[in-house]
RNA sequence: GGGUGCGUAGCUCAGUGGUAGAGCAUCUGCCUUUUAAGCAGAGGGUCGGUGGUUCGAGACCACCCGCGCUCACCA
């Protein structure tokens, strides 16, 4: 297995005993292969520095072909003996994977690839481990192949630095990830709310309905949990007096792992006093739309072979009113032997011991969430579902709540957020009381919470959005693996040292 | 956790019980505009692991490990 190592390890004594540098310090570099390819007419026989990887070698005696990638792409160089002298000798103990500075100057081949011609050559870095380096050729109508690609997905995912070298998509996705939360970020500041950083240890976890992760503070001799939520500690603020707020960053829930679920993951929450769940909607669609044309330059995409628009005002759904149309059920009135029956017949499989509210979020997802194809807003949800919403306006059992679903998938929950300190405090009792039937993820009483609410939090409007499920979205990525830079896997099995 | 599929050379994969294979990558030789460079040759394997069945196991059986898909749980 170590056949390969070797080799270049031999090669890296070889490099040394010669006195060729092979681990360099900087290099000057001014231009990189895509910007040159795009700017030929004026860089044509001027010199340029350019920096990367070596991802292919042609070698043909006393010159060689090589391409090399850096941040932009990959570029073809060409390396005579006559040009750089001894460092050719350098060069031919070089390998694909190694990382390389070329000073030369524009040209095009008599094939009409543009490269460059070196100079000089330096070893910047001797890569002694092979690279799963892939071939590519192009087809009759055009299109890149790529042959023996890198695919297997443990590998990928374990050594993500392997797979950013040699798929170049998937470095495309995480630079679309991190342009996606700029213009989120950009959006928000330019709303006037201000980022701020709230505890991810937390002595009591709230905001959502989860198991956390528990952690130990030695000094404290206590428990603390990492967070599964900003929720109450950005409500904090509010009373405080920030009118707006927003944090972005990782949560944790201490659950299982699928194709949409990572045990930590990246929630943005924004809270807004003065303002209603109505208010959010218009805000939600605006800030995605603006995302989509900044990013993307459109906002409709073809995701998993569908056509979606996320052009506003996206369409509002009420949740009860939709589930009476398609159940013929009024799932507030109904009982549970209804809701269970309705279930059922609609494929669901009921839970043992479950409240009314969840058995009517099951209908829902099992009758109508699966459903929703285009940007929709389910609003207005059973009251006993949402903890921290505030009641209805005018209907009775209600909260003013809605989600945003796109695919059949949630990407955000928003609440006009519940400012009674005294309905406050209800909600938290019944969450014990769910809790001591048996529901490992009913809310915690948060005291000093409801202290804050009992000096007076204004009217706020809150927030919170998937960011890891937005991006799979926008980005076309199946699983949330593919849009976590290192995802969470189960240990390796210890490989002997090599 | 359940179901199901997969795990063979650095990578991508063939191999249905009888000597471990191919392409690319690697190495040697030739080659100063090649591009999946070419030509000639060579090396490279604990077939995920442990047991078992068998004269004989990469293949069959059991258990274990890891990954994918899926269901459940869960946003």
Redesign the pocket.
């Known amino acids: 297995?170590n056949?390969?190592i070797e080799?270049r390890l031999e090669?890296l004594t070889e490099l040394k005993n010669k006195n060729f540098e092979t681990y360099a310090y900087s290099f000057d570099v001014n231009n990189y292969s895509n910007d040159i390819k795009n700017n030929y007419e004026a860089l044509e026989g001027k010199d340029v520095s350019i920096a990367g990887r070596i991802m292919?070698?042609?070698?043909?005696?006393?010159?060689s072909?090589a391409?090399i990638q850096d941040k932009l792409g990959k570029i073809?160089i060409?390396l005579?003996?006559?040009d750089i002298g001894p460092e050719y000798e350098a060069f031919k103990l070089m390998?694909?994977g190694d990382i390389i500075g070329v000073t030369g100057y524009v040209?095009?081949?008599?094939?009409?690839?543009i490269?460059v011609?070196g100079r000089s050559l330096k070893l910047l870095s001797k890569s002694i481990r092979?690279?799963?380096?892939?071939?590519?050729?192009?087809d009759e109508q055009g299109n890149k192949v790529v042959?023996?690609?890198?695919?297997?997905?443990?590998?990928r995912?374990r050594q993500r630095y392997v797979d950013l070298i040699v798929n170049p998509e998937v470095k495309d996705t995480f630079i679309q990830r991190s342009k996606i939360i700029s213009e989120m970020r950009r959006y928000l500041d330019n709303l006037g709310l201000v980022e701020v950083e709230t505890p991810i240890l937390q002595p009591l976890y709230g905001g959502?309905?989860?198991r956390p992760f528990i952690s130990h503070h030695n000094a404290l001799d206590i428990d603390l949990y990492l967070r599964i939520a900003d929720e109450l500690y950005l409500k904090r603020l509010i009373v405080g007096g920030f009118d707006g707020v927003y944090e972005i960053s990782k949560d944790f829930?201490n659950?299982?792992m699928?194709?949409?679920?990572n045990p930590e993951?990246t929630m943005m929450e924004m809270y807004v006093a003065y303002k209603d769940y109505i208010w959010m909607m218009e805000t939600v669609e605006n800030m995605v739309a603006s995302i989509c044309n900044t990013v993307y330059g459109t906002t409709k995409f073809t995701i998993e072979g569908k056509e979606i628009d996320f052009t506003p005002p996206w369409d509002r759904m009420s949740m009860v009113d939709e589930l009476l149309k398609v159940t013929g059920l009024d799932v507030l009135k109904a009982t549970k032997e209804e809701l269970t029956a309705a279930l059922k017949k609609f494929g669901?499989?009921p839970?043992k011991n479950t409240s009314k509210s969840?058995l009517i979020?099951?209908l829902f997802?099992a009758s109508i969430?699966f459903k929703i194809t285009q940007p929709t807003f389910v609003i207005d949800y059973p009251v006993e579902l949402s903890p921290l919403a505030k009641k209805h306006r005018t209907k009775e059992g209600l909260v003013e709540r809605f989600?945003g679903f796109v695919l059949g998938r949630?990407i955000c929950?928003a609440f006009s957020e519940l400012n009674d300190p005294l309905d406050q405090r209800q909600r938290f009792e019944a969450q014990v009381k769910m809790r001591e039937e048996g529901d490992e993820?009913a809310h915690q009483v948060d005291e000093d919470f409801l202290r804050a609410l009992e000096y007076g939090m204004p009217p706020t409007a809150g927030l919170g959005v998937?960011i890891d499920r937005l991006v799979m979205l926008l980005a076309n990525q199946?699983?949330i693996?593919d849009v976590i830079l290192f995802?969470q896997?189960?240990?390796?099995?210890k490989e002997k040292a090599e």
């Open positions: 297995m056949a390969l080799r090669e292919a070698l042609r070698r043909m005696g006393k010159a072909f391409h073809q060409y005579r003996g006559d390998d694909i040209f095009k081949t008599k094939t009409g690839e490269s011609h092979p690279i799963p380096i892939a071939k590519e050729t192009v042959h023996d690609q890198f695919a297997d997905k443990e590998l995912y959502a309905s989860a829930r659950e299982g699928d194709r949409t679920h993951f669901g499989e839970e969840a979020d099951e997802e969430q989600e949630e929950n993820e998937g199946p699983s693996r995802p896997m189960k240990p390796e099995k």
